[in-house]
């Protein structure tokens, strides 16, 4: 039996990642910063709760880290934890840059240092390439981040990328472009469409308030986004691969899917705020996912309007 390591196992990918390798029959632990305060409630929404050994680990203390690789002696690990909102990254600059930076260079060192075959997964984003102005985006494509949450995901990137040519250690980052969920909390924008959509039309809620609607995005379906993940290292070598559906939407069509669902016409309820502009955006995030598809023989099958209907339908989003 293969053991697996999850960090951030109370997040979104977390929870549907634990699910995934315990179906493939790995003993999975799942690490947070406080095991014995977090609720874990993602997992008891997929039922896994009590199958998951949960620790508390703090990235950015490399002795958390080494001891809990040391205990554990996992064959692959998974890096999810960190702070993962761009509009937050803003307020927590640092928070968020020590999370995944010195976060992800403690897992590497820790590998490094007990010379274990130890296999990484490392969470990295389609922030980071910026605005590509509509050319998909793919593993050539160069850097630009326009936020603090993107300067921190490519400085993980790279450290992996070192460690991997340096050390020769089995080290992955996958290039995620956005995935949704019901998982997904409501401080995330197309969460908070899908809740306002439900409530409006339950009506619980009257209006729902939005930043700049223009912005373009790749939106996949969270549980199949983490197919990709275990599949990077079931391979033969290391590498780093963009995960993305390949279509691009924009939001006021994310908005205008959801508030059909419900039966409600978007733009009788829907007004705009400035005051959730940000300061840097991206205008239109495409990807190109077919390295993927050549390699790892991952192709999304889900695109936003499905992603849409199923966050509405599905409470845990497994069928
Ligand atoms: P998530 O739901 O926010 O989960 C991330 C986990 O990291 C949290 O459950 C939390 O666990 C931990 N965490 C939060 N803030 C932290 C901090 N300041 N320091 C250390 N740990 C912290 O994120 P997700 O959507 O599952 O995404 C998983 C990873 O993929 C993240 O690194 C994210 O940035 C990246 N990613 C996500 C997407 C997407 O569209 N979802 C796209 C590209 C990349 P505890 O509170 O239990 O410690």
């Not at 992955?172 to 995330?188: A, K, Q």
């Not at 007004?271 to 955006?281: A, F, G, I, Q, V």
């Not at 790892?296 to 845990?316: F, H, T």
Request: aromatic letters at 10%.
């Amino acid at each position: 039996m293969k053991t697996a390591l999850i960090s951030g196992v109370s997040g979104q990918d977390g929870a549907y990642l634990a699910d995934l390798l315990l179906k493939q029959g790995y003993s999975v632990y799942g690490t947070s910063r406080d095991a014995q305060m977090s609720s874990f409630s993602n997992l008891s929404r997929l039922g896994i709760r009590d199958k998951i050994k949960l620790k508390s680990m703090i990235l950015t203390d490399f002795r958390s880290v080494l001891q809990t690789l040391t205990k554990i002696q996992p064959d692959e690990v998974y890096n999810l934890a960190g702070q993962s909102s761009v509009g937050l990254s803003f307020e927590q600059p640092v928070e968020t840059l020590e999370s995944m930076a010195i976060g992800t260079l403690n897992l590497l060192e820790a590998i490094r240092f007990t010379g274990a075959k130890i296999k990484l997964y490392n969470a990295s984003s389609s922030e980071c390439f910026g605005d590509t102005k509509g050319i998909p985006a793919d593993e050539n494509t160069p850097f630009h981040p326009r936020s603090p949450y993107a300067v921190a995901k490519s400085t993980a990137f790279w450290e992996v990328a070192n460690y991997r040519e340096a050390y020769g250690l089995f080290a992955c980052s996958g290039i995620l472009f956005n995935h949704e969920s019901p998982l997904r909390p409501e401080r995330f924008v197309t969460q908070k469409i899908i809740k306002a959509a439900i409530d409006i039309a339950a009506g619980k809620q009257d209006k729902l308030y939005l930043g700049d609607i223009s912005i373009q995005r790749d939106w996949g379906w969270a549980p199949e986004y983490v197919e990709a993940m275990y599949l990077m290292l079931q391979q033969e070598e290391p590498d780093d691969y963009v995960i993305a559906t390949g279509e691009t939407y924009s939001l006021a069509e994310f908005v205008e899917s959801a508030f059909a669902c419900v039966g409600l016409n978007w733009q009788d309820y829907v007004e705009s705020d400035s005051n959730l502009l940000r300061l840097t955006d991206i205008a239109v995030g495409r990807g190109n996912p077919s390295k993927a598809e050549q390699k790892l023989g991952w192709k999304a099958q889900y695109k936003m309007p499905d992603v849409v209907r199923m966050m509405v339908v599905s409470p845990s989003g497994l069928q």
